[in-house]
Each structure stands twice: as C-alpha cells, then as structure tokens.
C-alpha cells in the first residue's frame, strides 16, 4: 500500500478512507490479474489446456477486466462514481466467475488454488468499494440495440 500510496495524490495532506480502499482494490486487482496470468500459463505449459479450458477462458477475462479496473482506478483525475461502479461491479463478476471454474480443480492443481483465492479476494475489494461510491448505475437515455 506504501508504494501506491506515494503515487496517488491526494486533495488534503491525508488519505480519506474511499483513497485508502482504492490503493487497496488497485492492488489487489494488479495482484488478481498476475495470478490469472500465471495460471493460465501454468495450464498451457502443463498440456491442461482440454480439462482446464474453461478455467483459461475466465482467467483471461479475469486479467483483462482486473487490468483494466485498476488503470481506471488509478488514474489522476476525479472519478465518474458512475463508470468506477460499473467497472467494479463487471470485476466483481469476472472474478467470482473465475474463482468458481477454478475451484473446481483446486484439490487437483496448486495454480487453480491460487488463482480461485486471488479471485476471491479481489472481489470482496471490488465489492466493498463499489459500497462506498454510494453510486448505483444510471439508466442511460440513450440504450444502443444490438
């Protein structure tokens, strides 16, 4: 937390408590997408990719949306409450999703462990703050149709 920490500013001289628990959902969510990374590397290079096909599927999902809910949350401007909350709530999906497909082979293999608990803690950190942005999402007057 230290090192994001000396990278974010901050408006007053200290962290609020929403500063404190962004840094926090950065990391866990860099973390989270590491983890996924890895594991979907272990299971290609271990020749799992038939039994573990779903587990790679979700772990890239998972990588990609925990990348990019931390590059949103740590960027250097104010937050559109509204977009924060939806990409928290789309990684909170993607990783218990992910958490899921690998929990099923957790007794089997040490990298779905792991990537089913860095999942499973990213999103507790996803939904604890997307609580605290006390923003619901907005029905958009505009819907586009597919």
């Avoid at 096909?53 to 925990?66: E, F, G, M």
């Avoid at 992910?98 to 608990?117: I, L, S």
């Amino acid at each position: 937390m230290i090192r994001m920490a000396k990278q974010l500013p901050t408006q007053s001289e200290t962290f609020s408590r929403f500063n404190v628990d962004v840094i926090l959902c950065i990391e866990e969510c860099m973390n989270c997408a590491q983890t996924c990374a890895s594991a979907t590397e272990a299971s290609l290079d271990r020749g799992q990719w038939r039994c573990l096909r779903s587990c790679i599927r979700r772990n890239l999902d998972c990588a990609d949306t925990c990348h990019t809910t931390a590059m949103l949350l740590g960027r250097h401007v104010e937050h559109d409450r509204t977009v924060i909350y939806g990409q928290l709530s789309a990684c909170e999906l993607a990783c218990s999703a992910c958490a899921a497909a690998n929990e099923k082979h957790a007794h089997e293999y040490e990298h779905c462990r792991a990537c089913a608990e860095a999942c499973r803690r990213c999103e507790q950190f996803c939904r604890s703050l997307s609580r605290l942005t006390d923003c619901p999402p907005r029905r958009s007057r505009h819907v586009a149709r597919v």
